[in-house]
């Protein structure tokens, strides 16, 4: 192929211009390869570290103590994709995030200044390019962290890891906390109720009425069979006790009935105050680990024959598509001197 000739673009063409140009494309390509080689040696290598786990099922310590079998979730259960999801986004939080920053020193080890214009934006772009979470195919989580020193990794995946835990057991526990209040409230309401009616019902009983149905019975047949002796004394005596049971009987019916109702009701209460304080002071574990973040002893980046072929064959593709323009530039130049001179 004449170097005066414009680039043909068939497959044949460019094997027969790669051919004729060999040996600058071939120095080219080295040159470039070589090149990107040593300088893969200024980067600072990175190390990764992975923790892997199974987040527990989300449910409450009460619900593990109902003999009625609760929600009907196993407590055992793991590996459900809703709660992956879940602990993501908790993994997420900026109370795990800043935590890892603080623990670590990340402003000095990632050579940020914190008073830096948009120093938290370039910070949290750095923890993100760094750190990483997903849920894999099993539903686990797996947390991966890349950092210069393999110590630093490892302890930043495990510490995520024990952290997500607490910031889940401490989530519930201020949501069980709220629930108490309201509890603790109603029971101390429920109790109130319960003393006044009691104060009530004593006030009746100390005019003479403690049990209306079998007093009234007892006084009906005691009534009768005074009058049958013409005993005017006894009729009187008894009539008294009957108008105090009739002014009084359907105060002390109605507010017995109430008493009954609300002790049923405070029975259920309490229960239900116990379940809620097991929510608010204890704490069950909410991750399953399956392995846990370790020093890595080989780098995972930079890969340097990665970066050396990447960057042959980027200086091949470079040099072919220059001398292919020289040459059609020359073509060019050829053929308009053939066209002056022919006008000539």
């Given amino acids: 192929m004449n170097e005066q000739q414009g680039f043909s673009t068939s497959s044949h063409g460019l094997m027969a211009f790669i051919m004729q140009w060999w040996k600058p494309i071939g ?29 527990a099922v989300t449910q409450s310590v009460s619900n593990l103590m109902d003999v ?15 709660e992956a999801e879940r602990v993501i986004q908790i993994l997420n939080a900026n109370e795990i995030r800043e935590f890892i920053v603080k623990k670590y020193n990340l402003w000095d080890h990632y050579e940020i200044n914190e008073e830096s ?52 057991n401490r989530i519930q526990r201020e949501r069980a906390a709220e629930g108490l209040r309201v509890v603790q409230t109603k029971y101390e309401e429920m109790e109130q109720r319960i003393h006044l009616i009691g104060d009530s019902l004593s006030s009746i009983r100390a005019k ?6 079998s007093q009234s019975e007892v006084l009906n047949k005691e009534l009768a069979a005074a009058l ?12 008294a006790q009957l108008d105090t049971l009739a002014k009084y ?12 109702l609300l002790t049923e009701q405070q029975i259920l209460l309490e ?41 042959s064959f980027f200086s091949f593709v470079l040099s072919v598509f220059f001398l292919i323009f020289l040459q059609n530039y020359r073509g060019y130049k050829h053929q308009l001197k053939r066209t002056a001179d022919a006008q000539e």
């Fill in 27 to 55: 120095i080219t390509t080295l040159v470039g390869g070589l090149l990107a080689f040593g300088i893969s040696y200024t980067i600072k290598p990175r190390f990764k570290s992975t923790a892997v786990f199974y987040p």
């Fill in 228 to 239: 049958a002796k013409n005993n005017q004394a006894g009729v009187r005596a008894i009539q």
């Fill in 117 to 168: 214009p948009k120093a938290y934006t370039k910070m949290y772009k750095k923890f993100n390019e760094n750190i990483s979470f997903r849920r894999t195919e099993y539903n686990s989580v797996e947390i991966s962290v890349l950092d210069t020193d393999p110590n630093k990794a490892a302890g930043m995946a495990n510490d995520m890891l024990f952290m997500l835990d607490s910031l889940k």
């Fill in 271 to 311: 229960r239900k105050l116990e379940e809620v304080k097991a929510d608010a002071e204890s704490s069950i574990k909410q991750i399953m680990p399956i392995d846990y973040g370790y020093p890595a002893d080989s780098k995972t980046y930079p890969k340097r024959s990665l970066i050396a072929i990447g960057a």
């Fill in 249 to 260: 009987g359907s105060a002390y019916l109605a507010l017995s009935g109430q008493l009954e």
């Fill in 208 to 213: 003479g009425v403690n049990d209306y149905e």
């Fill in 68 to 82: 009625k079998g609760g929600s009907g979730k196993d407590f055992l259960v793991y590996g459900e994709e809703s």
